[in-house]
């Protein structure tokens, strides 16, 4: 059974960057079926989607994060990676990793979540 | 201030029908599918509903979704206790060229 796992630091201090990753078991992160993305909801708040990676490297983001924004993959790890930068408290959120999904091989947006991580609280303090 | 609104709150007794609204717009909704996610307390969302009106196997035949131009709804019949949970709609957003969820609708089973 597909498994995805987001781990990395639970506290990043202002300005710094946050890294965390996503491993996944139970399946190859290498599939023309599947991209792997991150989405971030803030307490108390709603869903914000981050970004999304291809197993090739192919990147999408969210415009209003791009500038600080870098996702990348390990095909060999199956593994992907996201790194923020420059933080403040407004990125302190439950961070999650996805698998969006397509029968075939299509355009990116044809590709749902559909299987999610549990998630991992990153908060940013001094 | 999310691209979809969703009323922030709903509710129902059990055995009751429940639904609850997505409200978008041309570039998103108006084009493209409608996916839904519920996500219970302290949980990671879990998708429910994908292009429009499909269920992944193993959610109940309860739940069903529908569009209608820009707008979308999630109806629950039958309302358990078990559904109190956090409803998200989602969809690509062609103006945006991402994706972006509704601010989610808080179930409650009185």
């Known amino acids: 059974q597909l498994q995805l796992q987001e781990w990395g630091p639970g506290l990043v201090k202002p300005s710094e960057t946050l890294s965390l990753t996503c491993t996944v078991s139970g399946g190859s992160i290498s599939s023309s079926s599947y991209y792997w993305g991150w989405i971030r909801q803030p307490p108390g708040k709603g869903l914000e989607w981050i970004g999304s990676i291809y197993y090739s490297g192919s990147t999408y983001y969210n415009s209003s994060l791009k500038s600080r924004v870098t996702i990348s993959v390990d095909t060999s790890k199956n593994q992907i990676s996201l790194k923020l930068s420059s933080v403040t408290d407004a990125d302190t959120a439950v961070y999650y990793c996805?698998?969006?999904?397509?029968?075939?091989?299509?355009?990116?947006?044809?590709?749902?979540?559909?299987?999610w991580g549990k998630g991992t609280t990153v908060t940013v303090s001094s | 201030q999310s691209v979809l609104t969703q009323p922030p709150s709903a509710s129902g007794t059990p055995g009751q029908r429940v639904t609850i609204s997505c409200s978008g717009s041309?570039?998103?909704?108006?084009?493209?599918?409608v996916y839904w996610y519920q996500q219970l307390p302290g949980t990671a969302p879990k998708l429910l509903i994908y292009?429009?009106?499909q269920r992944p196997s193993g959610v109940p035949d309860r739940f069903s979704g529908s569009k209608s131009g820009p707008s979308a709804s999630l109806a629950i019949s039958g309302l358990r206790s078990e559904d109190e949970a956090d409803y998200y709609c989602a969809t690509w957003d062609d103006s945006l060229s991402g994706w972006v969820f509704g601010g989610g609708t808080k179930l409650t089973v009185l």
């Open positions: 996805a698998r969006h999904y397509a029968e075939r091989e299509t355009v990116f947006y044809a590709y749902y979540m559909d299987v």
């Open positions: 041309s570039p998103n909704i108006g084009v493209n599918y």
């Open positions: 292009t429009n009106n």
